[in-house]
């Protein structure tokens, strides 16, 4: 699926990135275009699948809905949150391969392997739920349980995520400059932004 490189507010410049709010209750239409594909209008959930995948040209536009609302808010968070993630494990994973420590690469090492392992198959778990539940907005379900739950797993994982992969930089994952450092710092909004954890699961729980 493509991915992202930046989403602008048609005839303003903005990125999508932190404007989330101003998006939020609109009727827009998303429009794409893909580096080899030309433009292309897309579905919320072929959007999200872009945003959490990395590379894609996106321009958002009014005058028809498929972005409206607090819920598209969270569930665009919750695709982001998985993009950083992604991100993030691809680079430690680089990282640990080449970084000799204790006789050789911390590759080698089991408890390494495993947590970075574990950590890879929640977050693809959590992308198909924030799929399936963009499936169903799309359809017009009512899922606000739903989008909660993918906002608070979301944003809970993604800084568990950035709290394995700082420490198996070790140093130099607190570095000014280093961009497990930087996305490390980014990554906390998403467990506040769009509806703090706390509050996402007591949507929920009314619910249950």
């Known amino acids: 699926m493509r991915g992202i490189d930046e989403v602008d507010l048609a005839g303003h410049g903005q990125l999508l990135h932190g404007h989330l709010d101003e998006l939020a209750g609109q009727n827009l239409r998303l429009h794409a275009h893909a580096r080899h594909e030309g433009h292309a209008d897309l579905r919320l959930d072929e959007f999200l699948d872009g945003l959490d995948g990395g590379h894609l040209d996106v321009h958002v536009e009014r005058d ?3 972005l409206e609302g607090v819920q598209h808010e969270r569930l665009v968070l919750g695709a982001q949150a998985m993009g950083e993630a992604l991100e993030a494990i691809a680079i430690t994973l680089e990282h640990v391969r080449a970084r000799q420590a204790f006789g050789g690469a911390l590759w080698d090492r089991q408890a390494v392997r495993q947590r970075l392992s574990g950590l890879s ?13 963009a ?3 799309d359809a017009g379900v009512d899922c606000v349980k739903e989008v909660s739950m993918v906002n608070a797993l979301c944003g809970e994982l993604v800084n568990e995520v950035m709290y394995d992969c700082v420490q198996f930089h070790g140093g130099m994952g607190l570095m000014r400059g280093h961009p497990i450092e930087r996305m490390a710092r980014d990554a906390r909004v998403h467990a506040i932004g769009g509806g703090a954890t706390e509050v996402m699961l007591e949507e929920v729980a009314k619910r249950l």
């Open 64 to 66: 028809a809905v498929a």
């Open 135 to 137: 499936c169903m907005v």
């Open 121 to 133: 198959a929640r977050v693809a778990a959590a992308r198909h739920m924030r799929h399936n539940v």
